[in-house]
């Protein structure tokens, strides 16, 4: 795919992404935080089928969406997805920046909409702030992102795998903030939404405005090829009218010869 519809791909993706988030925001606003949709009866099921053994494993893969954990997979990202020193370079701030921006403006969001959290007695592990969007989805949905960019950037064949792989982790990270009980269903698509129509605003502007040189990806035989094929294709032209002007050279001499006086005419026998 070119990088211009990479870009326009990107950010018709992340605006509705990001409409889908307003929209849901509104309803939340609207209802004063309280439960919507399914949001009580997941949580009800979750605090009914918790036995240790499950909680303890959804306490262990919660704690990968927030932490350390994110920003090392997000460096990992971008050690992947660049092919050289300069590369990568730029692609680890590029993806740090993502990740870094992106938990501001969530926090940001959630000081405006101030929901609370689900009854503090439905608690597994604990839990800090304000529900929505939910943190812990939103990181590990914009780390996903940001890995699921590289491998595909890296290679584009083969990789569906490992691809589904990554979503399932981020998915199963909001999936574990409800069933421990600190956030409502709602917060985690909530989270989904957020971190799909902000990693599709990023993708767009690094697709429109990063030189193509400085690309994560780009190999200098992709930069190259833009300043080559002119050249080819004008020696090409050149090449094919160099014959042509010769044949009518021909033609005009053969065209012109016998009507020619010269010497070639008065030296022919009588």
């Known amino acids: 795919m070119k990088r211009g519809e990479a870009a326009e791909l990107a950010g018709s993706c992340g605006l509705g992404a990001w409409t889908a988030f307003g929209v849901l925001t509104m309803v939340v606003v609207g209802h004063d935080g309280t439960p919507m949709f399914a949001d009580a009866d997941l949580l009800s099921w979750s605090v009914g089928h918790r036995p240790d053994v499950a909680a303890a494993l959804a306490r262990g893969l919660t704690d990968t969406g927030t932490g350390v954990i994110p920003y090392s997979l997000a460096v990992l990202a971008a050690l992947v997805a660049g092919r050289t020193s300069r590369q990568r370079a730029l692609a680890v701030a590029l993806c740090l920046g993502c990740l870094g921006a992106g938990q501001a403006l969530r926090y940001a969001v959630m000081a405006l909409v101030t929901r609370p959290r689900p009854p503090l007695t439905d608690w597994a592990t604990h839990a800090s702030g304000w529900a929505f969007p ?7 949905a914009l780390t996903a992102g ?21 979503g399932g982790w981020s998915a199963s990270v909001g999936l574990t903030r409800v069933y421990l009980g600190v956030h409502w269903f709602t917060d985690v698509v909530g989270g989904w939404l957020f971190a799909l129509g902000w990693l599709g605003l990023c993708l767009s502007a690094v697709a429109r405005w990063l030189p193509d040189r400085w690309t994560p990806g780009a190999t200098d035989t992709d930069s190259a090829r833009g300043t080559a094929e002119p050249t080819g294709s004008t020696a090409g032209t050149e090449t094919h009218t160099a014959p042509e002007q010769t044949d009518v050279a021909g033609e005009q001499r053969e065209g012109h010869a016998p009507d020619d006086p010269g010497r070639r005419g008065r030296s022919r026998p009588a």
């Open 146 to 166: 940001l890995l699921i960019i590289a491998v595909r950037v890296r290679g584009p064949r083969g990789t569906t795998p490992l691809t589904l792989v990554i």
């Open 134 to 140: 939910s943190g812990h989805t939103t990181t590990a």
